[in-house]
Nanobody, 120 residues
Framework: QVQLVESGGGLVQAGGSLRLSCAAS????????MGWYRQAPGKQRELVAAITRGGSTNYSDSVKGRSTISRDNAKGTVYLQMNSLRPEDTAVYYC??????????????WGQGTQVTVSS
């Protein structure tokens, strides 16, 4: 099986910064695209940013220019550096990874989520 463990969430004032981390572990053959999603109360889960194994990135318009996604393929870890945080960034942030395990094709795995709260 595969586990994704997020860390780095917390409470921060508007204008502040946070760095989220997500580490994958388990019987992993390869990790393809990794990404961050978020879900605010009463809203659908939405893509924040994604990064391919080769380093190509994609950002939602809401965080473009304020956030940077990166990954360390050797560690199976993806990061999200968020700057100039706003109250509307408050949400539970989830890590997702498209992972191939030995003997199986790739499937999506999700982390348990980490809370980010931005106070005004």
């Amino acid at each position: 099986q595969v586990q994704l463990v997020e860390s780095g969430g917390g409470l921060v004032q508007a204008g502040g910064s946070l760095r989220l981390s997500c580490a994958a572990s388990g019987s992993i053959f390869s990790i393809n695209t990794m990404g961050w999603y978020r879900q605010a109360p009463g809203k659908q889960r939405e893509l924040v940013a994604a990064i391919t194994r080769g380093g190509s990135t994609n950002y939602s318009d809401s965080v473009k220019g304020r956030s940077t996604i990166s990954r360390d393929n050797a560690k199976g870890t993806v990061y999200l550096q968020m700057n100039s945080l706003r109250p509307e960034d408050t949400a539970v942030y989830y890590c997702k990874a498209f992972v191939a395990i030995t003997g199986r094709g790739p499937v999506d795995y999700w982390g348990q989520g980490t809370q980010v709260t931005v106070s005004s």
